[in-house]
């Protein structure tokens, strides 16, 4: 079975402090996804990691991924208040038949991020 | 705003009735899926759709179907509908039909009663 999981599944930071949330998956894959979601919103896009060592930065939060060690880590620096919300992870598996994207989109449970003053 | 609109965005309804969802995806994109978030199970992958032909089928129920007209806009309708139903249920749209980024409706809040 394909398993994405994501630690920790809730987080409770100061305003100021850094964390990572890290995102492990079982099945093949090249590319991975972080979205986040507020409370009974959508989901929005924050970063598309294409390879193996991809690194991107937003702001506060930079991504990465490691297809080797199927891991990939969302760090948080100097958290603000407006970064609460609950972030996904979701990983586009490699076909079995033919190696080839999926498609569809296999998400972990989401980790919920709440910062506090 | 992603580009991906969803209708309605509430619905409460009955046990047993069968309801519709609809959704358009942004303009040029050719792909669509539907996903269903609940808490139990989290967001789960039912269906995609490309260029109006189903490509990849997840957890979907069969009392669950799908389809995306020519104008490739897509519902997705529920039947026989039980309590455990109720859930958020998000279209998603891709340009192509693999290794594209998805772009995320604001998703359809369903109540089954």
């Known amino acids: 079975e394909l398993k994405v999981e994501q630690n920790p599944l809730f987080l409770s930071m100061q305003e100021g402090k850094n964390y990572t949330i890290y995102c492990n998956y079982s099945t093949t894959s090249d590319r991975l996804y972080w979205y986040r979601q507020d409370p009974g919103k959508s989901l929005e896009s924050l970063f598309v990691?294409?390879?193996?060592?991809a690194v991107k930065q937003e702001g506060r939060l930079m991504a990465s991924l490691d297809t080797k060690a199927r891991l990939s880590t969302l760090h948080i620096t100097a958290a603000v208040h407006d970064l609460s919300a609950t972030y996904f992870c979701a990983v586009d598996p490699k076909s079995m038949n033919y190696g080839g994207s999926q498609g569809n989109l296999i998400f972990g449970k989401g980790t919920k991020l709440s910062v506090k003053p | 705003d992603s580009g991906v609109t969803q209708t309605p965005k509430h619905l409460i309804t009955a046990t047993g009735q069968r309801v519709t969802l609809r959704c358009s995806p942004r303009?040029?994109?050719?792909?669509v899926y539907w996903y269903q978030q609940s808490l139990d199970q989290g967001l789960q992958f039912l269906i995609q759709?490309?260029?109006?032909?189903?490509?990849a089928k997840g957890n979907i129920l069969e009392r669950f179907s799908a389809q995306q007209f020519p104008d490739l806009h897509s519902e997705l309708n529920l039947s026989s509908l039980e309590l455990g139903d109720s859930a958020l249920y998000f279209c998603?749209?891709?340009?192509?039909?693999?290794?594209?980024?998805?772009?995320f409706g604001p998703g359809t809040r369903l109540t089954v009663l």
């Open positions: 990691l294409l390879s193996n060592g």
């Open positions: 998603a749209s891709s340009a192509g039909v693999s290794y594209n980024e998805q772009f």
């Open positions: 759709y490309y260029n109006g032909e189903e490509r």
């Open positions: 303009s040029g994109d050719l792909s």
